[in-house]
């Protein structure tokens, strides 16, 4: 028989995490509710002293297909969707003997954690809850007269609604967008795990972009002070951001997380070591192919970024050294910029880390007598960040839409020398590192490289030869500064790197004039001609690769 208002009110309760679900049960037992549930779930709540009604019960049919199929059923979706001031609705319930489900409690299969886990497909499809998210839909669908709890932190406004004798229809309408909230970042998740490498093997991308986002933290501000921000996390595959820790220091703001996201793809576009990550197209053949190979002489990459672009970019044989040619490329931008280490960060390091001011320091670890020396300086957000950066995809927003591609990872198409003279083979390593490192640079970007260091950086302008002027201005003054103070050889860079090709030879012209010796750039210019010619009037060796590296 259809329940009067009188009559007893039902909840369904169905939970995989049990947190507060005893005392929710337990504060409508009093009130004089019926409790439905399944399995796990009336088996707990029988264990506490509750009255308990088998699902099974109230649908007539027993639990098939290993649990698959217990409440996809009219008794109980007939129950969650009937709209009780609709005649009609209540006369078809009286007369297939349906009652009224006032309150569902439901939380869902854990599918997020066992993407996660990695476990086989077969073991984790079994984790996509379809059940839940159905009376889920179905309650939320009929908020005005079902109350549907997700989340355990709404469980006690609840009880206090309802023993107040009243939950606000504003509550029950907040509470159901939690459920759309919920059930579409789990659609979403299973999508992505469904269309698996998609980045890899489809040749388009899918019809609809599925993301499942978490929220992980509220944000202080956004870019500016009067702009509220909150910062999610992948709710299915972790990223490097959720495999981060903060080991110190103050909250992490807006502006720092997007300068540590870039510094920390930088510093990992040369390989992640401890992670077993390799550097950026460390498999592409032109590079199998160069006389001097792909080894790198210096395995250790630092970076420091500053206002979202690298302000400073070196390897070397150990972090120490890494640093200090970091740091020698332009030692003013560096001041509360963001430092990145692809190895962990020892006391020598962290001693000349300590002396300047920063705002985050990230690295795969830090060694114990490191983080103690780190620790003095009481602002300085210090991450570790075991995991390199493994998303095939990225995403811009744009006003009503958004931009999706795939990460450049992609190094060169070929080596084309196009000059008269030839890099030299000792050229070579440097003009790889500077490939990789312009790549991070904003566009127009220019890179002058030397022992596998930015010597001289120039991004962000809105021409060529404003960006290669920039550039080797700073290296100029860079370097007469080192010559002076005796820790310098006082010897220009030889290679510049470009992050696109050159529509002019005004470039070429000022490399040559400041005693640059090889260029590598993508070509592709209708004025190629004019920019080669100019290298072999000159003297200079310039190299093709077929892939720009534009970064706006």
């Known amino acids: 028989m259809v329940q009067s208002d009188t009559m007893q009110k039902r909840a369904l309760i169905s939970v995989f995490y049990k947190e507060g679900v005893a005392e929710l049960a337990s504060s409508l037992a009093e009130a004089g509710w019926e409790l439905i549930s399944t399995g796990g779930t009336a088996k ?69 954690e066992k993407v996660r886990a990695g476990l086989s497909p077969e073991e984790t499809i079994e984790f996509i809850d379809i059940g839940g998210p159905s009376m889920l839909r179905s309650a939320a669908k009929n908020y005005r007269d079902v109350i549907v709890l997700t989340d355990p932190a709404d469980y006690g406004e609840v009880i206090a609604g309802l023993q107040g004798g009243r939950v606000s229809e504003d509550l029950r309408k907040g509470l159901a967008a939690k459920v759309f909230d919920l059930t579409s970042a789990y659609d979403a998740a299973i ?186 300086k009481k602002n300085l957000r210090i991450i570790r960040a075991p995991r390199a950066p493994r998303e095939k995809g990225e995403c811009i927003s744009v006003d009503g839409g958004l931009l999706v591609q795939r990460v450049n990872r992609r190094l060169l198409e070929k080596w084309e020398v196009v000059t008269e003279v030839l890099p030299g083979p000792e050229d070579i390593p440097d003009m790889l590192f500077g490939l990789r490192a312009v790549s991070y640079v904003k566009s127009n970007a220019i890179m002058l490289v030397k022992d596998q260091a930015a010597a001289g950086i120039g991004g962000g302008e809105t021409s060529r030869i404003q960006a290669a002027e920039l550039a080797l201005s700073r290296s100029a003054k860079t370097i007469a500064a080192a010559a002076k103070a005796g820790t310098g050889d006082g010897v220009p860079p030889r290679v510049l790197a470009s992050d696109a090709f050159f529509p002019f030879p005004d470039v070429v012209e000022a490399a040559a004039a400041a005693g640059i010796k090889t260029i590598v750039q993508p070509g592709g210019s209708l004025n190629d001609k004019l920019s080669i010619e100019t290298c072999d009037r000159l003297g200079l060796a310039m190299v093709f690769t077929g892939i720009r590296h534009f970064k706006h």
């Open 191 to 376: 999508a992505r795990y469904l269309l698996g490498d998609l980045f890899d093997s489809e040749p388009e991308f899918p019809l609809y972009w599925p993301q499942s986002l978490k929220r992980a933290q509220s944000l202080r501000y956004g870019e500016n002070g009067h702009q509220r921000a909150v910062f999610y996390h992948n709710a299915d595959t972790p990223g490097a951001f959720g495999a981060m820790t903060q080991l110190h220091g103050k909250e992490l703001s807006y502006n720092n997380i997007r300068d540590l996201d870039l510094a920390w793809k930088a510093a990992c576009a040369f390989g992640l070591p401890a992670d077993g990550f390799p550097c950026q197209g460390a498999g592409d053949p032109a590079i199998r192919g160069l006389p001097a190979g792909e080894t790198e002489a210096f395995p250790v990459s630092c970076v420091a970024v500053k206002h979202n672009t690298p302000c400073g970019i070196a390897l070397g044989r150990i972090l120490e050294e890494a640093w200090a040619k970091t740091y020698a490329c332009d030692p003013v931008s560096v001041f509360g910029g963001v430092v990145a280490c692809n190895a962990p960060v020892d006391a020598g390091t962290a001693q000349k880390l300590s002396g300047l001011f920063l705002e985050i320091l990230v690295a795969p670890d830090f060694e114990p007598p490191a983080l103690e020396i780190l620790k003095r």
């Open 44 to 112: 707990y709540l029988a264990s506490r002293g509750l009255a308990v009604t088998d699902v099974s019960t109230v649908t007539g049919f027993s639990e098939c297909l290993d649990g698959r199929v217990k409440t996809l059923h009219p008794a109980i979706h007939g129950g969650l969707l009937a709209r009780r001031e609709e005649a009609s609705h209540m006369e078809t319930l009286e007369r297939l003997g349906i009652g009224l489900i006032d309150l569902v409690c439901v939380n869902l299969y854990p599918f997020f």
